[in-house]
């Protein structure tokens, strides 16, 4: 059974960083690129990351520049380090698996991915 179980989420000031993980379990780690997502009460879920089993990273247009995302091979672990919050960051971060051929790059869309975790809030104070 695959699970995603991310934790590190919280309450942060504005400007402030926050580093999120994801463990995951039941896959073959290296065969899955995997994702985060987030989502805003009242809006609709919104790409942050990506990261192919083979390093090849993408980010969502709302973040680039603030935040990095790595993985962790031998601990089935990815982070996401995010510096310079807004209060428009707050939201539930998910982290999605999808497994994918050495080719291919990491959807940006949410519905691509196979499994997801359950979420961990961040909140930004202004």
């Known amino acids: 059974q695959v699970q995603l179980v991310e934790s590190g989420g919280g309450l942060v000031q504005a400007g402030g960083s926050l580093r999120l993980s994801c463990a995951a379990s039941g896959l073959t780690f290296s065969r899955y690129a995997m994702g985060w997502f987030r989502q805003a009460p009242g809006k609709e879920r919104e790409f942050v990351a990506a990261?192919?089993?083979?390093?090849?990273?993408s980010y969502g247009d709302s973040v680039k520049g603030r935040l990095t995302i790595t993985r962790d091979n031998a601990k089935t672990t990815i982070y996401v380090q995010m510096a310079s919050l807004k209060p428009e960051d707050t939201a539930v971060y998910f982290c999605a698996a999808v497994r994918l051929e050495v080719s291919q790059i990491p959807p940006r869309t949410g519905v691509s991915y196979d499994y997801w975790g359950q979420g961990t809030q961040v909140t930004v104070s202004s």
């Open positions: 990261i192919s089993a083979y390093d090849y990273i």
